[in-house]
Each structure stands twice: as structure tokens, then as C-alpha cells.
């Protein structure tokens, strides 16, 4: 059973998100969008983004690979930087399960090219941050 919870808007979660310069994506003006979000309303916008994101996981998460890795119960928060350019960068993880990280940022940085996020005019980096909860079925 796999459990995505709501994104959390914290930036700092356990230490995990270290940016200098991405806005939170809780804060930002304009978040940024995948291909089937538009911008023109920022809190539609943002229920969009963050539905896609979670969407996104809950898709990609194999539960045999958690299986075949004798992966039973986890929770691990994940944070990433959507660039200027849209693309995403600067994953990291609050875990200590080497073959779990790798999985996930490989999972991570595979999420399709964003349009990039503003902040007023400007384009920005953007801070992003989902928690994920895995219970093996028994």
C-alpha cells in the first residue's frame, strides 16, 4: 500500500531541501506547470501541479521492485528544485536506504519538462517537496 501524502510546503523538512536561491513552491507567484496545467490561475494552478505530482508517483512506484528488494515500510520525504528551464535538479532525500534513494531519484528526475515557475516577472527555480509513505501489503 502506498501512501502519498498532501505536499508539504516547508522547505526544510528534517534538513532534507538546501536551495539558496528556489522560491517554495508554496510562496511562488506562479508555480511551475507540466504540460497538462496551464498558468492562468494561480490557486487552480497550483491544485493542478501538486495533483500532477502526486499522480506522477503514484504511477511510477513499482511496489514489486519494493518487494524484489525486500523494501517492506518506508517513509521518506523527497525534495527538488524545478529550474529556469523547467527541468528537475538538486534531488534529495531524508533516508538511509542507498538502493531506496537511488530508485526514487532516478523516479525524481525522470518527471517530464515543467514550464519554468515566476516569481512577478522573472523566471525562477522552485522548490518542491512531496512526502511518501509505503506499507507492504501482508
Known sequence: ??????TVFSQNV???????????????EIPPAPPNCNQNSGTHHKICT????????????????????DVTDFDITIAFVINQEGNVENVQMNHENEFLKKYLNDITKALPQFTPGKQGDTIVDVGY???ISYKASK
Open 1 to 6: 500500500m502506498l501512501f502519498l501524502t498532501n
Open 14 to 28: 528534517h534538513g532534507a531541501f538546501n536551495s539558496n536561491n528556489a522560491i517554495p513552491y508554496a510562496i511562488v
Open 50 to 69: 501538486s495533483k500532477f505530482i502526486q499522480e506522477y508517483f503514484e504511477i511510477k512506484l513499482d511496489r514489486q521492485v519494493f518487494r524484489d528488494a
Open 129 to 131: 517537496v512531496i512526502p
